[in-house]
């Protein structure tokens, strides 16, 4: 299934073509029933104690032990409000893909 993935507590998706996941949990469990997403819209700071950065690193370690594949296609925006945060998602999922890329 193709699916594009929008990871907020709060927040409406854009529009209608989106999948909406409240925590962390609930996107893993996206991941794990449907494959990994064509995109990714990430809010950094999620009211559940674990934040999107948890879930970056879900799937990446996910792809480094050859559980999932396709990761490295991902398109990943952040539209969280938090400008650390979201300079650390990027960096963090932009160092994968270019170390990965092809993989």
């Known amino acids: 299934m193709t699916y594009k993935l929008f990871l907020d507590d709060l927040r409406a998706p854009p529009d209608q073509t989106w999948i909406v996941a409240r925590s962390v949990a609930s996107?893993?469990?996206?991941?794990?029933?449907?494959?990994v997403p064509l995109e990714m819209s990430l809010d950094h700071d999620l009211g559940d104690g674990r934040d999107a950065p948890a879930f970056v690193s879900y799937l990446i370690n996910e792809f480094?032990?050859?559980r999932i594949s396709g990761v490295t296609r991902i398109k990943m925006?952040?539209?969280?409000?938090?400008?650390?945060?979201?300079?650390?998602?990027?960096?963090t999922w932009e160092s994968f893909v270019q170390f990965f890329k092809g993989h």
Not at 27 to 35: D, R, W
Not at 77 to 91: D, E
């Open 27 to 35: 996107a893993i469990e996206y991941v794990q029933t449907y494959g």
């Open 64 to 66: 480094l032990d050859d």
């Open 77 to 91: 925006y952040v539209h969280s409000a938090n400008p650390v945060g979201r300079q650390n998602l990027y960096g």
